[in-house]
C-alpha cells in the first residue's frame, strides 16, 4: 500500500510540474535564470488581434527583473519582418494576425541577447469594419537642405503609383540657415527620433533606426509593410467651420473604432503652394504638405473620451478651435492614434484630411 501511495504522489508531482511547464511559454522557470544570462518570459501564449489584447513579459537578467531598464529593448518576428520594440516597454498588443516570435536583448556592460526566444500567436477577430488605410508620412526638411527637394520628388512619384494612400506632412527646421516654415513641433519629433540629419522619412509615427528609405520604391515597400503589420481598427472623419471675419477655424474630430482601444489623435494644419527659396534651386521653390501648426503640446497627441476606451462601433468626438493667419490656406488633418506597448509610445492608426471650411466622412473598403 505504501509503494502505491508513494507512486501515486510521484506521478501527481509529475504531472503538476508538466502543466507548470505548460503554463510557461518559455518552458522554463524564472528562478532557473542563471547569472549573466538574459532570458524572456510572457504571461500567455495567445492573443486576440484587436488591438487591446495584451501579453505582459517579464526579462530577466540573472535574479535581476530588467524588464523596464531604457537599455532593455525587445525584438519580434513576424511574416519574416523584425521590429523592434520602444526601449523599455515589455507590452504587446497588435491588430494583424499571426505567429510572432519575441526575444530580448539588454546592454549591460556588453550587449545580450535572450537565449530564449517567445512564440505567440495572434487571432483574427471577426465581424471588424474595414477601414481603408491612409499612412503618414513624416518628412523632415530645410530650406537649407540641398537633397532635401529629391525627397519631395519621391514622395509625389509614390502618390501618383498608390493614390490617396500616403498622406504627407512636411516638418521645416532651420538647418544651416533660418528657416521661416519651422515650427516648434519639428523639434520635437526630430529630438524623439535621434536624428542628426537632413533629410529623413517616417511612416506612421512609429520610431524606426534610421527612417525610412527615400527612394520611391522604399517608401511603398514600407507602405505595404505598415498595411501589413499594423492595420487601421478605426476610421476617422472631419467636420471644420471657418470664420472669414474673426479667421477662427473650428475642427471636429470622428474617430469610430472596432474595438475597446483608448485612442489619442492629433491635428495638424498644413499648407500647399508655398513660393520661398530652397539651397540647390535656382529661383523661388514651391513647398508643399508644410506643417504650420501642430494642436498637441507633445508628439503622444490630444486626449480623447475622457481618456477611456472606445466603445466598439460608437463614435466619439472632439471639438478645437484656432485662428488662422490671414496668408494661410489650410488643409487639416487628423490622425487617430492608438498604443501597441501599453502606452510608451503612441502610432497612427488611420489618418483624414479635408480643406480648412470643408468636410470629409468616413472611408470604408468596400
Known sequence: MMRRIIRYTLLLSALCAGLLSCSDPSGVKEEAVPEGVLRIFADKETLAADGVDAVTFKVMFGAKDVSSEKTMKIVYTVSGKEVEMAAGANVFSTTAPGEYVFKATLFSAGQHVSDNQIVIRASEVAGQKKWFQKVVGEQFTSIGCVNCPSLSIN??????????????????????????????????????????????????????????????SGIIRAIEEELELFPATCGVAIE??????????????????????RHKYHIFLVEDGIEYTQ?????????????????????????????????????????????????????????ALTTSDGGKTYNCNNANECPAGGSVDYIINE
Open 155 to 216: 514622395i509625389k512619384e509614390v502618390q501618383s503609383q498608390i493614390p490617396g494612400v500616403l498622406l504627407p506632412l512636411s516638418f521645416h527646421m532651420d538647418y544651416n540657415m533660418y528657416d521661416p516654415m519651422s515650427v516648434e513641433a519639428t523639434g520635437l519629433f526630430y529630438k524623439e527620433y535621434g536624428l542628426s540629419g537632413l533629410p529623413f522619412f517616417n511612416l506612421n509615427m512609429r520610431k524606426r533606426e534610421g527612417g525610412v528609405n527615400r527612394e520611391p
Open 279 to 335: 539651397s540647390g534651386v535656382t529661383g523661388n521653390y514651391v513647398h508643399n504638405n508644410v506643417v504650420r501648426k501642430m494642436f498637441a503640446t507633445d508628439i503622444t497627441g490630444l486626449n480623447i473620451n475622457k481618456k477611456n476606451p472606445f466603445t466598439p462601433g460608437v463614435e466619439v468626438t472632439a471639438e478645437n478651435k484656432t485662428v488662422l493667419d490671414n496668408s494661410w490656406n489650410m488643409r487639416v488633418v487628423v490622425i
Open 240 to 261: 471644420t467651420e471657418y470664420d472669414n471675419a474673426t479667421r477662427e477655424l473650428k475642427v471636429i474630430t470622428r474617430i469610430t473604432s472596432n474595438v475597446a482601444a
